[in-house]
């Protein structure tokens, strides 16, 4: 989306960058999505974009539940859950990948010594292996996961969380997101969001975000930091 269809800069100072993790630091929403077509394709069904889309952004557990409710399964969450886990993990070796602008924006906030932050709706297993492939984790002050809040997103607890542990006001935080449901998280936060769609959430719902941007190291994420 091009600067001039985005609304005005807001005024507020940023000390803090706050990321999602799937889809927006790694390419892990193709993997998902290999993985859900696999697992599908064992029960004759199709995993579709509309599935898949509406998945997105969820804790585990209530993203399967989803597909199962629409698809009309009749196997458990859980059973589905840790057949897709070890179908993903068979994958990920060769399917995963940062995310374009990651390790650019990363250096940025560092020297503007801006603290950094994760809040996922994943579980803290899979973060840490995640951004550990990377040595990344360190270089985090704060990790939310799906074990740390009661209510999952677009509920805005995950990121009124981040605020608080980080010692700032959720006006003063940069959100960085991808799906439909972050986003509504991180508004509803009071945060400044940016949405950076990928291949799989580009026609969701972005209108509450302050900016849409292209990529990680896109202009207009670099302005705020």
Sequence with gaps: ????????????????VVFDLDGLMFNTEDVFNL??????????????HEILSQMMGRRPHDAFGIMVEILDLTESIDDLLDESRVIFEGLL???????PGLFELLDRIDARNLSKGVATSSPRPYLEDILGRYDL??????TLTAEDVVHGKPHPE??????????????EMLVLEDSEAGTHAAARANAIVISIPNEHSRHHDFSVASYIAERLDDPQVLRHI
């Design 137 to 142: 984790l360190e270089r985090f002050h704060v």
């Design 93 to 99: 070796n060769d399917h995963l990948a940062p995310m």
């Design 35 to 48: 993985a859900g077509r696999e697992l599908l394709r064992r029960r004759g069904k199709e995993m579709t």
């Design 1 to 16: 989306m091009s600067q001039e269809s985005l609304p005005p800069s807001t005024d507020s100072v940023v000390r803090a």
């Design 158 to 171: 995950i990121y009124l969380s981040a605020a608080e542990q980080i010692g700032i006001r959720p006006e």
